[in-house]
């Protein structure tokens, strides 16, 4: 599959295939089923598997390869690569689904279930003060919706940078209001960044970043085409 540049695929998956787990299984090396088998749920392991699975299949799509026969290497930080090749890609799995972002700059994802969790407390202990501020005054109602708004663009964009959960959060101010696209609005690097709202289901929240040095004149909006496995 040829990837022009500045092109965005974003791949959404149901991890519910259980009926897969022997086959994509069969794709993975040892140490990647070693990882799986750590998982205290069975579930969450073969979720695992299956995410792993279909990395690799997706993968295989863009370049001269068969699933089993791509190699990653990884970042200080844990990032996984494709040695020599210019794609370069990003995965996140929440409950049943993963989504994968694959281009040919710098890119970042993330996808989180909304779920109930103390929003506010993580807001004080995760978010600069300004964030707080903006997140405090919004409605009750919404604070959920923005918490996870906020969390998603937060994690895309230090998955972008390569650097995870390793940096602090409170060092990329991002937008607040669910009501509102997506947005940086501070970050401690020089690079130029676009971002934007994932459109995979009102159970999630997304978001995908990735490096604008290099994009054509386009928003990311028009550069992203949703892709599914049939």
């Known amino acids: 599959m040829l990837m022009l540049l500045g092109e965005i695929d974003v791949w959404s998956v149901d991890l519910n295939v259980r009926n897969r787990v022997d086959e994509f299984s069969q794709f993975l090396t040892a140490q990647e089923r070693q990882r799986a088998a750590k998982f205290i749920n069975p579930l969450h392991g073969d979720r695992w598997i299956v995410a792993r699975g279909y990395l690799r299949q997706i993968l295989s799509q863009y370049l001269d390869l068969t699933p089993a026969q791509i190699v990653f290497t990884y970042t200080q930080h844990g990032k996984p690569e494709l040695e020599g090749s210019p794609i370069q890609f990003n995965l996140s799995h929440s409950g049943d689904r993963a989504v994968y972002g694959i281009s040919n700059s710098p890119i970042g994802i993330d996808l989180e279930y909304i779920h109930p969790l103390p929003a506010a407390d993580l807001v004080d202990r995760f978010f600069s003060p300004a964030e707080q501020a903006i997140f405090h ?85 028009e550069r992203i085409k949703y892709r599914s496995i049939c």
């Open 137 to 221: 005054n919004l409605p009750i109602d919404i604070q959920q919706a923005a918490f996870f708004h906020a969390w998603v663009q937060k994690e895309a964009y230090l998955k972008a940078c390569g650097t995870g959960l390793s940096s602090p959060l409170d060092q990329i101010e991002v937008s607040i209001d669910p009501r509102t696209p997506a947005a940086i609005v501070s970050a401690p690097t020089g690079d130029i960044w676009q971002i934007q709202k994932l459109d995979i289901s009102p159970e999630y929240a997304g978001a995908i970043v990735i490096a604008a040095n290099d994009a054509p004149q386009q928003t990311q909006q």
